[in-house]
């Protein structure tokens, strides 16, 4: 199996207040992790890729400092969202990459169930 | 042009009736497609790959059209269960997605 849990699910906090989510793979070792956000009626748009030991690799308009991910070990990344506003306001969803020698060549995503973050 | 463009719905249609999804692609260099389905706040599931041969799994079959850049998926004797957004997937290289923007689906009773 290919399990990935995301804690927590759901998230109210003040504005200014920082928040992290983790994203575990449960049953496999992922060297890649990735992190997305989901706004309402909107696509899933990927935020960073992060790979276990090394710096994420932010996708462009999406601030790193803001933004923070470290991925300490092959089956855990977080993502730490500082100084929260209501912008910030969003689905999260991580997954976890595996990889996959079948007709698909390449990295399989599994992704973790989400984190409904609400910035009051 | 966005990446992957799909239309958007609402389709809505009474159980048993099929039902057609499409997808164009812009990036020519995209090597692996995909069909997502994902629930009303929940995170996408995996429903199938799609392979140029085309593919079917039970009542869902997927085609792909590598020249017009074009993915379909094909859904037969649909079910309430099938209610959903339907994700279009697209993948260059060995590991970045780009999703569509999705095609929410109600099957009616």
């Known amino acids: 199996g290919a399990v990935v849990s995301q804690h927590p699910s759901r998230v109210i906090c003040k504005s200014g207040t920082s928040v992290k989510i983790e994203c575990r793979s449960l049953d496999f070792q992922a060297t890649t992790m990735f992190w997305y956000r989901q706004f309402p009626k909107k696509s899933l748009m990927l935020m960073a890729t992060s790979n276990e030991g090394s710096k994420a690799t932010y996708e462009q308009g999406v601030e790193k400092d803001k933004f923070l991910i470290n991925h300490a070990s092959l089956t855990l990344s977080t993502l730490t969202v500082t100084s929260a506003h209501p912008e910030d306001s969003s689905f999260y969803i991580c997954?976890?990459?595996?990889?996959?020698?079948?007709?698909?060549?390449?990295?399989?995503?599994?992704f973790g169930p989400g984190t409904r973050l609400t910035v009051l | 042009r966005k990446e992957v463009e799909q239309d958007p719905g609402p389709f809505n249609v009474p159980e048993g009736a099929t039902v057609a999804f499409n997808c164009t692609y812009s990036?020519?260099?995209?090597?692996?497609f995909f069909w997502y389905r994902q629930d009303c706040r929940k995170e996408p599931k995996l429903l199938m790959s799609?392979?140029?041969s085309g593919n079917e799994d039970g009542r869902f079959t997927a085609q792909l059209n590598r020249a017009s850049q074009y993915i379909s998926l094909l859904i037969r004797d649909s079910k309430l269960s099938d209610s959903a957004t339907y994700l279009c997937?697209?993948?260059?290289?060995?590991?970045?997605?780009?999703f569509g923007k999705g095609t929410k689906l109600s099957v009616i009773p």
């Open positions: 990036n020519s260099a995209s090597q692996s």
């Open positions: 997937v697209v993948r260059a290289g060995s590991y970045q997605l780009t």
């Open positions: 997954s976890a990459g595996k990889w996959t020698s079948g007709r698909s060549y390449g990295v399989e995503q599994f």
């Open positions: 799609v392979y140029s």
